[in-house]
């Protein structure tokens, strides 16, 4: 798996298809239409399921010792960290060696902000917003903005009543323009 995310890393922006063909490779599920930007770095990536028209800035890190589920439509800024691995608080087990995990889930339609971090157990539900810099340690409910350390609702939503239009990547650029699209 290393080599892969070390090719991945590799790639030129331009390169669309060899990425998608590598993390097609990497992960458990990549839905189409999606992207994640290099730098990106994950521990297994056969744990991780990503949706369709779903966007991961740069320097991305998910630890996947355990499942980590990102629905379509998903938004993440830059520098998110997404941490399915933990350890015993109990200092005894710690010197033991133990080490668990727990799942993640990000529902659809979610905007993550960059520096976000989402520890071991948590989702996110759907049409939430997540504020930048904010540590998610607990359950995000749907229809949510949610900021802080710890992040909690602050602001209810209304769910979208129509359908996504078309997905656009705002990083793509023209190679015979030479204009950001």
């Not at 949510?144 to 710890?150: I, Y």
Request: hydrophobic content about 35%; proline content about 6%.
């Amino acid at each position: 798996m290393s080599e892969l995310i070390h090719d991945y890393n590799l790639t030129r922006p331009s390169e669309e298809k060899t990425r998608h063909g590598i993390l097609k490779k990497l992960f458990g599920s990549f839905g189409s239409n999606s992207i994640i930007e290099t730098p990106f770095k994950c521990d297994y990536g056969y744990n991780i399921h990503w949706g369709e028209n779903s966007f991961g800035n740069y320097n991305l890190v998910i630890l996947d010792t355990c499942p980590v589920y990102v629905g379509s439509y998903v938004l993440m800024g830059p520098d998110v960290k997404i941490y399915s691995a933990t350890h015993p608080t109990d200092p005894q087990e710690r010197l033991d060696g133990s080490e668990y995990g727990k799942p993640i889930r990000i529902g659809n339609n979610v905007w993550i902000g960059g520096s976000v971090v989402i520890v071991a157990g948590v989702t996110i539900g759907d049409n939430s917003v997540i504020g930048a810099g904010s540590v998610v340690v607990k359950d995000i409910p749907a229809n949510v903005v949610a900021v802080g350390n710890p992040c909690k609702a602050i602001k209810q939503l209304h769910a979208p009543t129509r359908s996504p239009k078309q997905f656009q990547q705002l990083t793509s650029y023209d190679q015979e323009n030479k204009d950001t699209i």
